[in-house]
Structures are given as C-alpha cells and as structure tokens.
C-alpha cells in the first residue's frame, strides 16, 4: 500500500479531515491511495478491566500489541475501570509517535518509584490506624498517594482521544459512565473515583454525589464498550484487555491470599465469588454482543471473535498470581508487566 507523500500527513493519526483537504489540494494518486486506505481501516476501541495491582499486566499487554504491529494502538477511543481506568487514561495521552517511549517511562516508573496507592491516616501501626480510621474516617486507608500518583501521571489537557471511565455512584446506586467529551467533568476525580474500593479508599464527592470503585458494577467495561459499538457505523474493532485469566479457578486464585479455615478466610472467599460473579456476567454481555457462546469466548486466554463488521479481541494472562495493594513492591509490579508481554506475545496477535 503506498503511504501519503506529502509533507506533514501523518498516516497513522486517523485525522481524516486533514486527508481529503490534501486530497483537494493535491490530486495525486498517492492521496488518492491514502484516503482510500484510511476509510477501510476499522475504527478501534480500547477497553481496560478493572484489577488493582494487576492493572500493571495492561501496560504490559499494550506495550507488546506495538511491537507486534504499531497499527495495533491506533485506538478511536478508550475506557477503563478502576485501575483500568489509570491505564486508559494514560494511554489516551499517548499518539503513535510517542507510545513506546510514554509506556516504557510508565514501566521506569513501576520499578524505581514508591507506586503504593495507599497510606495509612495515623503511624503507630496496623492496629492504631484501624481505630483511627474507624472513629474518623469512612476507609481504612487514605488515597492521598493515590491522588498524587494520579497527578504525576495523568494530565487531562493532554488527552489525544476520547476517555471513558466507569465509576459506580452510590448516592444515586446507579453504574456511571464519565467521558472527557464533557468538558466539564474533571477526568482526574473521575480516575480517584474509579479506583475508590468501598471501606478501604475514600469514597469521592463530585458535584453532589458520592462515587466509589466502577468494579462495584462492573469488571470489564461492558457498558463503554456496548455504547460505542451502537454509536459507531461500519467497520469496529475492540481490544478487551483483562487483568484476570478467564478460567473461573484461576480467577479466584489470583484474587485471594493463601488463609487458613476460618471465618477471616470465609469473608474473603465470598468477596471474591461476588467479584467472579460479575465478571462472568460481564464475559456472558461480551459473548452475546459476538453472538458466540460463554465456553468458545474463555476458551482461549486470548483470541479474536466477529460477528458482522464487529471484531473484538480478548486479551487476558493464561495464569496468574495472588497480589495485594497493600504489599506493592518493584519486582511484583515488573513481573505483572512482564506477564501482559507473555500473554500477547506468545500468539503475536
């Protein structure tokens, strides 16, 4: 395919408009070939599950989808769940030219800074902090590293795309969709929001609502990823990148700690199937809106399904290990980028 000559089109930043002004302009056939191969190339959306400290495997999956081909990151839009939310938002920063070298400062970042994104309200220990939290707080933890890091990282002006983030708000009890297509919403807040886990982070005030973790609803953005499938015409392609594997045991292995019988391990072991629950349900919305069956879309740890002009790609690690936002460290965090590289680049998809 020949490639637009003239100076300054960037073919691979989908800007459509400035193609047929050059098409207008200058009636050659490498313009012509240009336009031609832009209207043909599907529009893409990018959608991040929710996962705390596993959302680090996204980075690493979005990484290896560039090397494996650049086209692979030239998403239309992109949306995120709690720490799905921080990785759609600082890709919606990034264009094709800067991609490899945001995601690899991203990775730098990982391994050589303090990447906790909790912090106790008082020193004195687990227990003092406890009863602190409990006589003046609604949460175990102060976001306060949260919002920094957040602020470090994502900087809404410099947004390049379109960003979705699901956030869950408890005064209306009501699922929450929060785009920077509203000029008004403040896409920072809305990733504070999205990541506020019920008793541990503080909920988040906005206008006059409280909102907490978009996971409370939903794991994979279905309801981003629903919308944008309906709203756009012609040819689509979503790429679904999950920090979980799909297989229902390995789910939970990887979302709770090794504890012995009790009723501490009991709590946590009904969290946990309340968590698979959902994303099975999100998985069975997935599977409906591919018109295949709930067996054929997990059957593979990664795979590509379609059902008319719709294509969607499922990325998800073939295996996985228990992690904790409590216990962050530089070698966890750079083994869960280096198992989203794993689990692209094996089938070079």
């Not at 919403?185 to 206008?207: E, F, H, N, W, Y």
């Not at 919305?285 to 002009?309: F, K, Q, W």
Request: charged residues 20%.
């Amino acid at each position: 395919m020949y490639r637009c000559t003239f100076e300054g089109c960037p073919y691979a930043t989908n800007n459509h408009d400035r193609w047929t002004k050059h098409l207008v302009e200058e009636e050659t056939f490498t313009h012509v070939v240009c336009q031609l191969d832009s209207i043909n190339q599907p529009k893409r959306f990018l959608a991040c599950s929710s996962g705390g400290q596993r959302g680090v495997i996204l980075t690493g999956m979005a990484k290896q989808l560039f090397l494996n081909d650049p086209k692979n990151v030239e998403w239309d839009e992109v949306a995120g769940i709690s720490a799905g939310a921080f990785c759609a938002a600082y890709i919606s920063q990034t264009t094709p030219k800067t991609f490899l070298g945001m995601i690899d400062r991203l990775h730098d970042g990982f391994t050589t800074q303090d990447f906790n994104v909790v912090s106790p309200w008082i020193w004195g220990g687990p227990f003092i902090n406890a009863i602190d939290a409990l006589l003046f707080h609604d949460s175990l933890y102060s976001n306060d590293k949260m919002i920094k890091l957040i602020h470090m990282w994502f900087d809404p002006s410099h947004i390049q795309r379109p960003l979705h983030i699901g956030v869950y708000n408890k005064t209306t009890m009501k699922y929450e969709t929060i785009s920077s297509t509203d000029t008004t919403q403040d896409m920072r807040k809305a990733c504070l929001a999205s990541a506020a886990v019920p008793t541990m982070l503080p909920t988040v005030t906005i206008g006059n609502n409280q909102y907490e973790d978009g996971g409370m609803r939903h794991i994979i953005p279905v309801q981003e990823i629903k919308d944008w499938v309906r709203r756009t015409p012609g040819k689509k392609h979503v790429d679904v990148m999950v920090c979980y594997p799909l297989d229902g045991q390995k789910f939970t292995r990887t979302n709770i700690p090794v504890m012995k019988h009790g009723t501490a391990s009991s709590a946590v072991r009904m969290l946990s199937d309340m968590m698979l629950s959902q994303f099975q349900h999100d998985l069975m919305e997935i599977a409906n809106l591919c018109d295949v069956s709930y067996d054929h879309l997990i059957a593979n740890s990664c795979s590509i399904v379609t059902n008319g002009d719709l294509t969607l790609r499922m990325l998800s690690p073939p295996d996985g290990m228990y992690t904790s936002l409590l216990n962050i460290t530089p070698d966890t965090t750079d083994d869960l980028f280096k198992d989203g590289e794993k689990s692209v680049g094996l089938l070079k998809l």
